[in-house]
């Protein structure tokens, strides 16, 4: 049984095919242009794929209410040429396959909830420090979607007193996670690309300090079981032991339970689906479209 599995990204598109025993099998990606260009493309590749069923992990924001009348378009992005756009009845129409999207993260936090790093806890929550930030939540075996889906990116944090750019980069708030710690928002800071800059550099601290304010506020609001944070900047590994040890130092002792006073290695990790978490929840998404059951 084929499935499409599309993880749609600002600046590529991610296709694959996979099957219900969640295996992805093959995989193409195509640079996300103007909806006119890229749409086609992807209709194009998915057609020669004899899939039954499609799953979408999308950037956002997008619309996830299936009563709506805009259900499964991509809303108010900053994305040139996506604002309003029909993505998901698109692909659907043309493909002529059932179809079902959530947001990037959700996709990634929903796989990682049944397969990867939250395998068998209650809740899990998925960040990417990539391109943008995002967050995705599982509680209870649902993904959050609540009044449109959670924009943890966008969540404000105090700037550092070092920080030369205190005010960040997102286009629409001064001082918000994904203006102060995405990929961009590093590059701008220093004129230099993330992955260009030694692990002595000073950015590190920085990236550390927001990404740890980021947890704080997660564990406090939202008290996940475990905090997985994926994407482009989190290749970085050596973040993992600095953002753990500032969130201890934030948290304060506050949260007396031993997942963060004693084994937060465990707690705030890396996917345990690698970089598969994205595709493999769009998967799952494709799945449920094509109601197969969970086994
Ligand atoms: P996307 O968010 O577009 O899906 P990624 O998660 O790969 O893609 O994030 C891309 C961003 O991550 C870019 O801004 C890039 O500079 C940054 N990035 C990629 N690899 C690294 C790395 N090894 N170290 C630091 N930053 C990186
Ligand atoms: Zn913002």
């Given at each position: ?104 993260v959700n996709a990634a936090a929903l796989a990682e909830w049944k397969l990867g790093a939250a395998k ?176």
């Amino acid at each position: 049984m084929r499935l499409g599995t599309l993880e749609a990204g600002g600046t590529k598109m991610v296709l694959s095919v996979g099957n219900e025993n969640n295996e992805l099998l093959e995989q193409t990606s195509i640079p996300t242009e103007t909806p006119a260009k890229t749409i086609p493309a992807m209709v194009e590749w998915f057609k020669s794929k004899d899939i039954i069923a499609l799953g979408i992990g999308s950037f956002g924001p997008v619309d996830l209410n299936p009563k709506s009348q805009t259900y499964g378009y991509i809303t108010s992005t900053p994305k040139q040429g996506w604002t309003n756009q029909p993505l998901l009845p698109t692909l659907q129409e043309s493909l002529h396959v059932p179809a079902m999207i959530d947001t990037d993260v959700n996709a990634a936090a929903l796989a990682e909830w049944k397969l990867g790093a939250a395998k068998g806890l209650n809740s899990c929550m998925y960040v990417t420090i990539g391109t943008g930030v995002g967050a995705g939540l599982v509680v209870e075996g649902h993904l959050v979607h609540g009044l449109l889906h959670p924009e943890m990116g966008h969540m404000l944090l105090q700037p550092a007193k070092n920080d030369p750019t205190p005010d960040g980069f997102c286009p629409f708030h001064k001082g918000c996670l994904e203006g102060l710690a995405s990929g961009p928002a590093i590059a701008k800071r220093w004129g230099r690309k993330a992955y260009e800059l030694p692990q002595d550099h000073e950015t590190w601290e920085l990236e550390a300090w927001y990404l740890a304010q980021m947890c704080m506020n997660a564990i406090c609001i939202l008290s996940p079981d475990k905090i997985i944070l994926g994407g482009g900047v989190m290749q970085q590994k050596h973040l993992f032991p600095m953002i753990r040890k500032k969130t201890q130092e934030l948290l304060n002792g506050y949260i007396r339970h031993q997942a963060i006073l004693e084994k937060i290695d465990a707690y705030i990790t890396e996917p345990g689906l690698g970089t598969k978490s994205g595709a493999t929840g769009a998967l799952l998404l494709a799945k449920q479209a094509a109601g197969i059951p969970e086994g």
